[in-house]
């Protein structure tokens, strides 16, 4: 399933910054518009086969389409996997399965996403609006219909305990709305201090607004640990990139004027967001291990 919708990302990928539909024509050549045969068309397969050139002209297909789709058949393989433990339970209940499924479509879905802007961004420095705000919109209503379920099943004992025992209903909805709340106002507004302390000590911008919002579709999902998370996992990745690659090779494929001599910040903050989704929780418990807070 990943593989086949990694698949149908590099479509959507090729086609949404020329406004293509997505559907129509069916797959083929950017180059020379030749149609894919079903043979051409099989996840990574088919591009080992064709040793990543066309059929018909011989035109570089690039390193993107297997990438994609391999990076999208890994990230939902590792997120169903990271639930099966709650099905597999002894003392399982109703809503702890409800969880997993939940969390499990959550990841998928946001993972897809990011992948998809990841690639957009080192290819053009383009995170559209519709889909970074329309992604967040979506991710926040994912959240707002789990804790809805919670909120109802209160006969089920909770997950989230205090010291003193297993918190109210009333105190565990409010806690978690509040700090989903807290998530989607900071984590923007990281990214926005940023852009100006960069533009205030060196005259030139640093980040765009659309890594702004990019980071309010990632605490729209995952809220604000997880958020801070890909935050620092995406400015360590951007630094390291800055210093280990010289400056005159970022450069989108568009734009001319528009190339920047820096990293696509919001291609590593995408990578980041993954990072965070998928193992967020155990990089965040091994960190609060080393630095001894419990």
Known sequence: MGLAFGSFLNVCVSRWPAHESVVQPRSHCRSCGHALRWWENVPVISWLTLKGRCSACRAWI????????????????????????????????????????????????????????AALDLERLWLPDWLTLGGAAV??????????????????????????GPISHRAYVFDVVVRWIAAMLAAPLVILFV?????????????????????????????????????????????????????????????GEGAFARPPLGTLLCVGGIVSALWGSSIIAAYLRWASFY
Not at 246 to 253: C, F, H, L, N
């Open 195 to 255: 852009r100006w302390v960069y533009r205030s000590l060196r005259g030139r911008e640093g980040s765009g607004m659309g890594d702004a919002k990019l980071m309010l579709l990632v605490a729209a999902w995952l809220g604000l640990s997880y958020t801070f998370l890909a935050f620092v996992l995406g400015v360590a990745l951007a630094a390291s990139a800055a210093m280990a690659v010289p400056a005159s090779r970022w450069k989108p494929k568009v734009g």
């Open 62 to 117: 690039g390193w993107r389409y297997p990438i994609v789709e391999l990076s999208v058949a890994i990230a939902w393989g590792v997120s169903i996997w990271r639930q099966l433990p709650a099905v597999y339970a002894p003392d399982w209940t109703v809503i702890g399965i409800f969880d997993a499924a939940w969390f499990g479509a959550e990841r998928m879905a946001l993972c897809w996403l990011l992948i998809g802007l």
């Open 139 to 164: 991710g926040a209503a994912m959240n707002l219909v789990r804790f809805t379920v919670h909120f109802v099943w209160n006969i089920i004992p909770l997950h989230w305990t205090t010291v003193g």
